[in-house]
């Protein structure tokens, strides 16, 4: 309490996670942090998709130990690691970007994405982007305009750019009347043609599309099967740039290296952030080597860009998914939890919906199911109590009313099944 109030007094008001969670953490270790009076809490939160491969990972310290005794900062210039990195970074790229392809670091997410879509004005020489209802990618400047909540385009203050949003297939509350799931996903599809093919639909030329594998703080939304594939397909006749924003998807958090490969979707620009550096920060693009060719020098830049400690971690962290073969065990666990939320779901009236893969999966909390109406005070109550009893779990979505699962891949079996016992009798205590 002691150095909440001094935070308090030091930093802005307008922290959110500090008051999500009050307390304040003395260490932290695989998927348990402890706060500094001594209580062990359960880590379902990851720092939001960074801490895949958990708190303290002794082989990503081992490697940033080592890599202390080298360089820390060195701009572009190529060193051992850089390059190790990048060899291993390609080595795992999805689908045709695979073996064809073009790396550029950043720092954030939000600088990743924003580099995308600047790539994919830079190419196509036009200027709107289609991005998604739902969507998040950040909140600089120009990316805001991209990330769909009001809240953020309000606070920024950005002078919005030309953002063409679609709707996202979004099951659970779909606007329009469909006889199966995935017609969902066709519709969306059917009216972008259109947008795209009628001169006077109101849509310009695009630049470039946008898009998450797996909505995250839009309420961990998986879209039907088609979707992207879909996506891809009018991307490629319409020759637009598909942009596939994987900072929150990848590194084997839905069990596949990449979201997009759940579909098996070949981006022609991804986002790469969050886990990539285990910890420490770091973010890239990936893209078409050919969109390399007309570049200027100094293209994108930034001074921080490529931290050789954060690519150490980097290259340790593809080698600890690979050697340990980590994908395997997110689809294993993460069906497993997947299967007790939707029990634990089945006994409230105020779990609406149970969704996502892999160590991806959200809890839509509602006031009841008849009405779908969004329960976010019930969320925050729900995410107080496990807090309380030691497991923390956060919430995301349009109306703040999804609990989500994003514990760190390496969580034991019998820390994840206690977690959801804590998560199972907060459930059925809520009223
Ligand atoms: C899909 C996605 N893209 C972009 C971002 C922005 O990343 P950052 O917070 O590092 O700017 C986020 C952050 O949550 C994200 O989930």
Redesign the pocket.
Same mark, same amino acid.
């Given at each position: 309490m002691e150095l909440l109030a001094k935070q308090k007094s030091l930093e802005t008001r307008a922290v959110i996670y500090s008051k999500a969670f009050p307390f304040a953490i003395d260490s932290a270790k695989g998927a348990t942090v402890r706060d500094v009076d001594g209580n062990l809490f359960i880590d379902w939160l990851s720092g939001?998709c960074v801490l895949n491969l958990g708190h303290n990972n002794p082989i990503i310290a081992e490697a940033v130990r080592s890599q202390l005794d080298q360089v820390w900062h060195a701009l572009e210039i190529p060193s051992e690691v850089r390059i190790r990195f990048l060899e291993k970074m390609h080595s795992v790229l999805p689908g045709t970007l695979n073996g064809h392809a073009k790396t550029l670091l950043t720092v954030? !997410?939000?600088d990743a994405?924003e580099t995308a879509v600047s790539l994919a004005k830079h190419i196509t020489g036009n200027g709107t982007i289609v991005a998604f209802g739902g969507s998040?990618?950040?909140i600089n400047q120009g990316i805001v305009s991209a990330t769909s909540s009001r809240h953020y385009l309000e606070t920024s203050g950005a002078i919005r750019y030309g953002v063409f949003h679609l709707p996202f297939p979004y099951s659970y509350r779909f606007p329009f009347p469909v006889e199966k799931r995935a017609d969902e996903g066709k519709i969306i599809l059917r009216y972008f043609e259109h947008l795209l093919t009628d001169d006077h639909s109101g849509l310009d030329k695009p630049a470039g599309i946008i898009v998450?594998p797996i909505q !995250?703080?839009g309420g961990y939304i998986l879209p039907p099967d088609d979707f992207l594939p879909g996506l891809r397909e009018i991307a490629t006749r319409f020759q637009i740039p598909l942009i596939i924003?994987e900072?929150?998807t990848g590194f084997g958090r839905t069990g596949k290296f990449w979201g997009c490969e759940l579909t098996e979707t070949s981006p022609d620009i991804m986002?790469v952030?969050k886990s990539v550096g285990a910890g420490f920060p770091l973010s890239l693009i990936a893209y078409r080597e050919e969109y390399d060719e007309s570049l200027p020098d100094g293209f994108h830049i930034g001074t921080y860009r490529g931290n050789p400690i954060a690519m150490a971690a980097g290259a340790a962290s593809i080698d600890y998914i690979e050697k340990e073969n980590l994908l395997r065990r997110v689809n294993v666990l993460g069906r497993k939890a997947k299967s007790e939320f939707q029990r634990i779901s089945e006994s409230s009236k105020y779990v609406g919906d149970v969704r996502g893969v892999g160590f991806m999966i959200g809890n839509e909390i509602v006031e009841s199911r008849e009405t779908k109406a969004p329960a976010k005070d019930r969320a925050s109550q729900l995410r107080r109590s496990m807090f309380e009893n030691g497991l923390l779990m956060h919430t995301c979505g349009h109306f703040g009313n999804v609990l989500r699962f994003m514990s760190p891949l390496i969580i034991s079996e019998s820390l994840l099944e206690k977690g959801l016992r804590i998560y199972g009798d907060a459930v059925r205590v809520l009223t």
């Open positions: 939001i954030t !997410g939000a994405c998040y990618h950040g998450e !995250g703080e924003d900072v929150q986002c952030s």
